[in-house]
């Protein structure tokens, strides 16, 4: 089993940065790639980034050269750098363990333009 808890949601005006943290306990030894992902009330949840367990990233082309995931092992947590905010990314943010169903609570964020 995997826990996951993030936090760092807030509301901020655009242009502005947030950083997420995800950190995971339990049986961490497990965890290979993580992403983030958020969902829109209404809407499908959609990936955002994912980090790989070697440090290889991926991006959602919305995000791209505006959100950086990151992730430190010695910790276990992930990250995520999100500067230049807009308002479409108004969501709530989840973390998770890919290719399981280890997701964590999510955290909101609000971008008001």
């Known amino acids: 089993q995997v826990q996951l808890v993030e936090s760092g949601g807030a509301l901020v005006q655009a242009g502005g940065s947030l950083r997420l943290s995800c950190a995971a306990s339990?049986?961490?030894?497990?965890?290979?790639?993580m992403a983030w992902y958020r969902q829109v009330l209404g809407k499908q949840r959609e990936r955002v980034a994912l980090?790989?367990?070697?440090?290889?990233?991926n991006y959602a082309d919305s995000v791209k050269g505006r959100f950086t995931i990151s992730r430190d092992n010695a910790k276990n947590t992930v990250y995520l750098q999100m500067n230049n905010l807009k308002s479409g990314d108004t969501a709530v943010y989840y973390c998770?363990?890919?290719?399981?169903?280890?997701w964590g609570q999510g955290t909101q964020v609000t971008v008001s333009s």
């Open positions: 980090v790989t367990s070697d440090g290889t990233t």
């Open positions: 998770k363990v890919e290719w399981s169903d280890y």
């Open positions: 339990g049986s961490t030894f497990s965890i290979g790639t």
